[in-house]
């Protein structure tokens, strides 16, 4: 069925947006914090800048991106400007800056690489912070109804709240159709929070703490 469909290309879409905005975010956050290099302030201040800046703005221009890289009508045209959340960007620098220096220049004069360093030290330290930001990431991908009107047309392709508006338009008075999609399209919200709770309830506490 169609609204099988349109469950799995968004649950894929959600997922998918969710992993590898908390690899880059993080990676990226950890940068930030805790190197130094050229340009690096100038960096976080576009990052912040970016934050502020409407979808709508950047929408045409991430369209004909996604174009020309042939990704027009598939799920990864939604996933991929989802990946490089500015905000993921300033809440992973911000629980980053949490962790010891020391630390990680203890890890430096044992010899651990890089990827040691932030694997087994600063990925366990921002735990909280990440887990926050799997639930952002998960909820703002399954809820971008005008990304998703945009990068996606053809049925196949749909996501569940744009099936639902199909079903809508098609089924104007069927409304224990439309009410059992709405309820379908709530539960994985419901289910990813329940799952990371615990990290989301301490990721904000400590946020709070520490602002």
């Known amino acids: 069925p169609a609204a099988v ?3 799995i290309n968004t649950v894929f879409m959600a997922i998918m947006s969710m992993i590898l905005t908390c690899i880059t975010a993080s990676m990226a956050g950890y940068a930030l914090a805790k190197k130094r290099f050229v340009g690096r302030q100038l960096l976080f ?15 045409i221009p991430l369209l004909r991106e996604m174009s020309s890289l042939n990704l027009y009508n598939t ?3 939604v996933i991929f400007p989802i990946v490089g959340w500015p905000f993921g960007v300033f809440l992973m620098k911000q ?3 949490g962790v010891p220096s020391e630390m990680l220049e203890a890890a430096q004069i044992d010899g ?5 360093t932030f694997l087994q030290i600063v990925v366990p330290m921002i735990k909280p912070g990440i887990g926050a930001l799997a ?7 399954w809820n971008d109804y005008f990304m998703q009107l945009i990068m996606l047309s053809s049925t196949s392709n749909l996501t569940i709240s744009l099936g639902i508006a199909k079903l809508q338009a098609e089924n ?6 439309i009410m059992a999609g709405a309820a379908l399209a709530a539960l994985p919200i419901i ?7 615990k990290y989301f309830t301490k990721g904000i506490t400590m946020g709070a703490v520490k602002g």
Not at 112 to 116: D, G, H, L, N, T
Not at 191 to 197: E, K, R, S, Y
């Open 95 to 97: 629980f980053s800056e």
């Open 135 to 141: 639930i952002f990431t998960f909820i703002n991908s």
């Open 191 to 197: 289910i990813v929070f329940l799952l990371f709770q």
């Open 5 to 7: 469909r349109w469950l």
């Open 45 to 59: 201040t576009l990052i912040v800048c970016a934050m502020a800046l409407p979808k709508q703005v950047i929408l």
């Open 75 to 77: 799920i990864w045209a």
């Open 172 to 177: 104007a008075t069927d409304f224990g159709l």
């Open 112 to 116: 651990a690489s890089e990827a040691k």
